[in-house]
């Protein structure tokens, strides 16, 4: 089982039951760790190299297609799996974890799943494949721009992303300093085409994680304000 408790306890506001009318309100949650999603785990398991210890029975999906993947915690995941609670109005529920990359379905990927910018952090230290360290000026360029030609980033970011397939990738801030910025801030989930990488990041989490690597005259923690 994964130990996710000490992130799980930071983002807890954000991930306990939402008062907001979620749009798949009253549909039921689908376990994803099932025979009938078995192609589907095989492939995020094996692209992302998800390690052992995650567990997939933490995920679900809110309808038979699963476009989306969410994340649950098994406390949570065993009241929403349980016929006898099907009758509950259950609104939301967990973060988005997983979500298929909808764009170009005319090109082929090894994998058509992406990251969810939330839970980076709490899926983050299970991903052994599609990581690439990021040099700061490099994650700056893409937060910015949100997308960019490959050849116009870093020589050391050209080489660290020729080392992973196209698709869905998880960018980690590279410096001996990132932990200044904030957990939140230090992931940031992408798409890699053959010549462009594309921020897969919501306008108001964009702004967020700019501030934060603005926030500073250097990673190295100097602060603007004091």
Known sequence: VVSTQSTWEKLEPKLAMSKKIHKNENQ???????PEYAGECKMMREFFGLRPEFDLGQLFSRSPQAKN???????VARVVSRAENQPLRIIHAGLKMFSRQQKHKHLTYECHWRFS???LPIIEP?????RVATPIEDYRMLLTHRQVNIDRTSTKFQTA????????VLLYLDDENAEKVGQKARYISAWKYTRALQLLVSKDDTKHVLHRINHFDHIGGVDKKG
């Open 69 to 75: 993947v969410y994340f649950l915690p098994r406390p």
């Open 161 to 168: 992303l020729g080392q992973v397939s196209s698709g869905g």
């Open 117 to 119: 910018q939330d839970c």
């Open 126 to 130: 299970y991903v052994t494949k599609q």
């Open 28 to 34: 039921p949650y689908y376990a994803f760790a099932t």
